[in-house]
């Protein structure tokens, strides 16, 4: 009966896995880059300068732009620049034509020490494998929906494949290479059963970040269709004080900086919002920096009269569920995490890929040996096959050439931050069909060694194309800048490595059959990878 | 974060050494019962240890966060270097248990 159990969670294990593993393969490698959203964006681009940090200084530079620029516009947005993200962003909404009309906003990136405006180059950044991550390049809801669905499968395939591998603590320290299909599952349990507490949380966490999507019940129950009523219920606002129509003197808001850092006990602010600046009930929004805490709450405020500076008030103390589905969701987005613990993250992301990757593979190569001496791989197989080298091997080269792109395309391109997208689609097609056109082994290590190409030589393509290379940003110390060069370099030389190690296996395999078949390519693309 | 980690590399090399398939391959002999039993107890002390490390440092929510991702980092560390480089895996676990007090030390 045990046993019996034990093989119905194997097979679930191997399917739910193989069905949805191309597609979180992807949502896994995207989300891992997307903890470093903000070094990728100031990556791609530099022309915002990282300065030290001074939140008083940017803010009053931003306010005397946006007097200067907006000084009749309803609403401002200042997003103030913080460790990881260099850029003091403004943006303001123009007050409606007519009543019940919304304005237009407006974006301008300031140089966080100057006040400078500066035109930065049309790019998506880092937010781009972030959207990727949960929306897939799909049309609301789709994306989302297929995402969870995806993540629901993830969840299903954790807990199988645990119940699936018997000896988690003998083989707790297992690792043996160079040993072929044992390797690899050694491989996969190894990255599965070490990281295990990550992958329960970023699993489990995905799906509680989008439970009002998922498990809708109890609110239509309770709130029926109106669902606004229930997200203000759940996220209660301060009342804004609607315009006044007398103009009034809107005094410097850097100080209240200091007094929304009391409220939440030494907390900083991400973004100062002004509604109705310049009026005599002009208010001032403050919104905590994510990054203080581990629980992740949407709107978490306090506000000010604009002109008097008196507290209007604060966004109340959840309940304890909403706390902890608030601390799930930030600790699946990490925001609180420092540069060492953000790295940890990053490979543990790395280590749930690997995961992904490996059981993949495992499943190809168990059922080619069972075709290995016909010779004749049947479709099925083929199609698997493809699918892998197109979602692993080209799925990291679409990576780099959207990195590509964004220093190759003309600055004045329009569309441009759409076309460096365009590339990365674009790349990954390809991708497909080459891994069509050429036999399997060796589509693996020409889209492994262009990626790795590509990779190795991006930190001389940035010094090429721009004024912010090794030398620079290593003796300014711009240590975001100059971690993503030494990265890209990294992972160029690993997957040269992983094209090296697949051609030297094919090799081998080639000399051991010699003797007992006559080794032609065909045999040869048999064997596992 | 430090100390936490060091204590945890330490840590799981010496359960790693109380199974006697991995003390036959790190170290070239099996352990004796006692010290198979000495060398677990002693991985369990250390994780224990770094556990109050990583909450000492940074109190109960962030602590435990650190744990965790110290504890998944040094075993991956750990694991993948074994097979490769095993006389280094060994020699970092004793250069950790070296830095533990200068780490504490840097931590009080």
């Excluded at chain 1, 997003?79 to 409606?96: F, I, K, T």
């Excluded at chain 1, 080209?394 to 792109?405: D, E, I, P, T, Y």
Aim: aromatic share 12%; glycine share 8%; charged share 15%.
């Amino acid at each position: 009966m045990k046993e019996g159990f034990r093989q119905a969670m194997a097979w679930l294990h191997t399917w739910a896995g193989l069905l949805f593993g191309w597609l979180l393969f992807a949502i896994f490698l995207t989300g891992t880059l997307a903890y470093f959203k903000d070094e990728i964006s100031h990556w791609m681009q530099p022309e915002i300068p990282a300065h030290a940090i001074d939140s008083a200084a940017s803010l009053s530079l931003a306010q005397g732009y946006l007097q200067q620029h907006a000084a009749d516009a309803s609403r401002w947005v200042i997003d103030l620049p913080n460790a990881r993200d260099p850029a003091l962003s403004v943006r303001w909404q123009d007050a409606p034509a007519e009543r019940g009309q919304r304005g237009r906003f407006t974006q301008k990136t300031l140089d966080a020490q100057t006040g400078a405006e500066i035109q930065p180059r049309d790019s998506r950044g880092g937010e781009f494998f972030y959207r990727f991550h949960f929306q897939l390049q799909m049309p609301y809801p789709w994306g989302r929906w297929l995402a969870t669905i995806a993540a629901m499968v993830m969840f299903v395939a954790l807990i199988s494949g645990i119940i699936t591998h018997k000896k988690i603590f003998k083989d707790f320290f297992t690792f043996r290479p160079r040993k072929g299909q044992r390797s690899w599952l050694d491989g996969h349990n190894a990255v599965g059963v070490l990281v295990l507490p990550f992958h329960l949380m970023i699993t489990y966490s995905s799906l509680v970040i989008f439970m009002a999507m998922l498990m809708p019940a109890s609110i239509l129950a309770s709130y029926g269709t109106d669902r606004d009523a229930f997200y203000q219920a759940l996220f209660p606002e301060t009342p804004i004080p609607e315009r006044a129509g007398q103009a009034s003197l809107l005094p410097a808001l850097a100080p209240l900086l200091a007094k929304a850092s009391e409220q939440w006990a030494g907390g900083h602010t991400a973004r100062v919002s002004v509604i109705n600046p310049g009026d005599a009930n002009a208010t001032v929004q403050l919104s905590r920096a994510s990054s203080d805490r581990i629980a992740y709450e949407y709107g978490h405020d306090v506000t000010f009269n604009g002109v008097t500076g008196q507290l209007l008030g604060a966004t109340p103390d959840k309940p304890l569920p909403m706390t902890v589905a608030s601390g799930f969701y930030g600790l699946h987005l990490g925001h609180f995490a420092g540069p060492i613990l953000r790295w940890l993250y990053f490979i543990c992301g790395l280590a749930g890929t690997a995961m992904i990757g490996t059981g993949l593979v495992i499943w190809l190569g168990k059922r080619q040996l069972k075709h290995a001496k016909s010779g004749v791989m049947p479709f099925e197989l083929r199609l698997v096959e493809v699918l892998n080298i197109a979602s692993m091997a080209g799925l990291v080269l679409a990576v780099a050439v959207f990195f590509w792109s964004n220093r190759l395309l003309p600055l004045s391109l329009s569309g441009r931050a759409e076309w460096e997208v365009n590339g990365f689609f674009i790349a990954w097609g390809l991708s497909v069909l080459h891994a069509l056109l050429r036999p399997g082994r060796k589509a693996w290590i020409e889209q492994l060694t262009v990626a790795a190409v590509l990779f190795i030589a991006l930190p001389l393509l940035n010094a090429l194309t721009t004024a912010h290379h090794l030398g620079v940003t290593l003796v300014q110390g711009d240590w975001a800048l100059a971690g993503f060069d030494l990265t890209c370099f990294a992972a160029g030389l690993f997957l040269a490595w992983a094209a090296w190690k697949m051609q030297r296996a094919g090799l081998s395999v080639r000399v051991k059959k010699a003797p007992r078949t006559a080794p032609g390519p065909v045999t040869l693309e048999q064997r596992t990878h | 974060m430090l100390l936490a980690l060091l204590l945890c590399y330490a840590g799981f090399t010496a359960l790693c050494l109380s199974m006697p398939r991995h003390h036959d391959e790190l170290l070239g002999h099996k352990p004796s019962a006692r010290r198979a039993r000495h060398l677990k107890l002693a991985g369990w002390l250390l994780l224990g240890a770094s556990l109050w490390a990583a909450v000492a440092a940074n109190g109960w929510s962030f602590g435990l966060v650190d744990w965790f991702a110290v504890l998944m980092g040094s075993a991956l560390v750990l694991v993948l270097l074994m097979p490769y480089r095993p006389k280094l895996a060994l020699l970092l676990a004793a250069l950790s248990l070296l830095a533990t007090p200068v780490a504490a030390w840097a931590q009080c």
